[in-house]
């Protein structure tokens, strides 16, 4: 990373090597579009080898990338008007996710169909909940570094957090149901 | 007056080991991070062992986050296209002199 930040193209393309999907990730969270999040891809390495000497070592190099994609995909994604502010009772989460409902048949499903279950899953929940989800549960961030990244609260990430779990739990449920 | 609040169209909550069912759910985040004070942690495994609906949804909550981190923890592989198209970028972005 020193290295990237003196200039050295081959230390920055090492670096760009292997974090790409990463941040590629964390970008398709963040945007409703493919190309929206390719755009962010690019802009934020761009913005990475620019900026390279601001990295100042205070997280890892992933976390700080990650950053810097959230920003640039701030900018691309539009907020959503309309947006239901309220939040839905946790119990009806909760129920939506099998909470004192009747157990549903485990499936055992192999590790490659549940992957891919828990894949569509996140294909069906917000950008917000996506992005939650990837930067706790897939990336492995700190509750904290997760939120210094989506500029909120630690205790609001919390709640976004288990809320999100809640959701996807309720979209794997639906998947398992409606599959022929 | 007992009755079963599934029958009455609205998810379970009772009072077992001196916390709800609700309040169980509402912890089981940080149940899971291993984030609570030791009285609270205290009730909710007492509400665990005699509540088999907590007992089941706080299993299959554990299950599903332990699923995401294991089977979503590695990134996919950048389609190739979009890796050629970024490393075409990057080379445009490279050569002018930051
Ligand atoms: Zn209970």
Redesign the pocket.
Known sequence: MRRAARGDRDAFGALVASHQSAVFRLARALTSSEAMAEDVLQEAFVAAWRHADGFKGDSSVRTWLLAIARNKAARVQRPRAGEPTSTVPLEHLGADAGWGTDPSPEQAAALGERRDALLEAMESLSEADRAVLVLRDMEGLSGPEAAALLDVGLSALKTRLHRARLRLMAALRRGGRSDQ | MTSDPKEAGVA?D?E?GGIR?LE?LDHLADLLDGRLDAATREQIEA?LRD?N??ERFGGAYASTVADIRKLLADPEPLDEAVQERLSRRLREALEVHR
Do not use: A, M
């Open positions: 379970h009772r077992v069912c169980v509400h509540c609906w907590c």
